[in-house]
């Protein structure tokens, strides 16, 4: 998640605010936090690796901080065995103190507690660290978060869960099987009843997805311009509309017209959070057969809106469904070499 305009006074509020930044709560990890002008501009995390990876993780991270032309970056360890992060945080410290980049500080979380690397003052950082607050005591940093529904999962596999088929999928697939009817809505006057059925699935409320529907918009998104057009519905200045078939385009502009429409008449929730759980709820009504392009649609989106883990996790899972996916491969590429959105 990109970081709304917080300040941050201490390092326990920065512990409070990765697990929202993240998605999760994260776990035998380093977290680089890359700043520019004080503020948070780049979030990085990455498992720890074996002692023989540590310089190669470090450079592929230090490369990151760099692209960003960041002045300052904040370090943190989250450790399940005490030393298992500190090669890497000394490491990558000394890499970017070399690129004069300011290591602001460089922080180890183990069982529970925090402390500083370097702190020397043990009325500040005692040896045996600090308790981690929980997130009651950080509420006031933490209301820009909560206000947005932002709300941290336990850790990334619970993140990669939510992605996971559900037992409804088993009843899309069998529709499949049985009607393959979604292409057809595309052509002529019958566009307006695929547009009809992407307005329902982007605005009616997860638990509300109709079975029939999940299917004719998982065998839509099977069609790569479709699967185009539903991203420039969901991304409006991602992708020119005029590079698509026409066809496309006046699916995407009944679309755009049809989700405005319910947002005006049903007072439909469309922030990004509410997107992003309408998609995953698709995610979940796909076996594997026919999950790839929603899995790389929500990637699509969860990237273009700061969301790294969770398009990481739905273009793994993507890439497992069909590991030739052009698409979910090229945004894996900009996801592993930093490569943000380019905003009009």
Same mark, same amino acid.
């Given at each position: ?142 209301a820009e978060f909560v206000g947005v529904g932002s709300a941290p999962l336990a850790d990334r596999r619970a993140l990669a869960e939510q992605l996971k088929p559900a037992p409804a999928a088993a009843d899309v697939n069998e ?51 479709? @699967? +185009?057009?539903?991203? $420039?519905? =969901?991304?409006?200045?991602? &992708?020119?509309?005029? /590079?698509? %078939? ?37 995610c979940q009504h796909a076996t594997d057969e026919h999950a790839a392009p929603v899995l790389t649609l929500t990637g699509t989106y969860s990237w273009w809106h ?16 069909? @590991? +030739?996916?052009?698409? $979910?491969? =090229?945004?894996?590429?900009? &996801?592993?070499?930093? /490569?943000? %959105?380019?905003?009009?």
């Amino acid at each position: 998640m990109t970081a709304p305009p917080i300040k941050l006074r201490s390092p326990a509020e920065l512990l409070a605010v990765i697990p929202h930044l993240l998605g999760f709560e994260p776990r035998q990890s380093i977290v680089v936090l890359a700043l520019k002008d004080n503020k948070i501009d780049l979030t990085q995390r990455m498992d720890l690796p074996d002692p023989n990876r540590v310089d190669e993780v470090a450079l592929a991270l230090q490369r990151h901080v760099l692209k960003e032309k960041a002045a300052a970056a904040l370090l943190v360890g989250y450790e399940n065995t005490a030393g298992d992060s500190r090669p890497l945080i000394e490491a990558l410290g000394e890499r970017l103190r070399a690129q004069d980049v300011s290591v602001r500080d460089r922080i180890i979380v183990h069982d529970g507690r925090w402390r500083s690397l370097d702190c020397t003052d043990p009325s500040c950082c005692p040896p045996q660290g600090t308790a981690v607050p929980p997130p009651a005591e950080a509420s006031s940093v933490l209301a820009e978060f909560v206000g947005v529904g932002s709300a941290p999962l336990a850790d990334r596999r619970a993140l990669a869960e939510q992605l996971k088929p559900a037992p409804a999928a088993a009843d899309v697939n069998e529709l499949l099987r049985h009607e393959r009817t979604a292409p057809t809505l595309l052509t002529g006057s019958r566009s307006h009843r695929l547009a009809e059925v992407w307005s329902r699935v982007l605005t009616r409320p997860t638990g509300a997805l109709r079975i029939a529907d999940a299917a004719v918009a998982l065998q839509s998104l099977q069609d790569v311009p479709t @699967r +185009d057009g539903i991203a $420039a519905v =969901l991304i409006p200045n991602g &992708l020119k509309l005029e /590079i698509l %078939p026409q066809d496309t385009q006046a699916l995407v502009l009944q679309c755009r017209k049809a989700v405005r429409t319910a947002e005006d008449t049903q007072d439909v929730d469309l922030t990004t959070g509410a997107i992003k759980s309408r998609l995953i709820g698709l995610c979940q009504h796909a076996t594997d057969e026919h999950a790839a392009p929603v899995l790389t649609l929500t990637g699509t989106y969860s990237w273009w809106h700061g969301d790294g883990a969770l398009a990481r996790v739905a273009l793994d899972r993507a890439l497992r469904c069909d @590991r +030739d996916y052009r698409l $979910a491969q =090229l945004l894996r590429l900009m &996801l592993d070499e930093g /490569i943000r %959105p380019e905003r009009p």
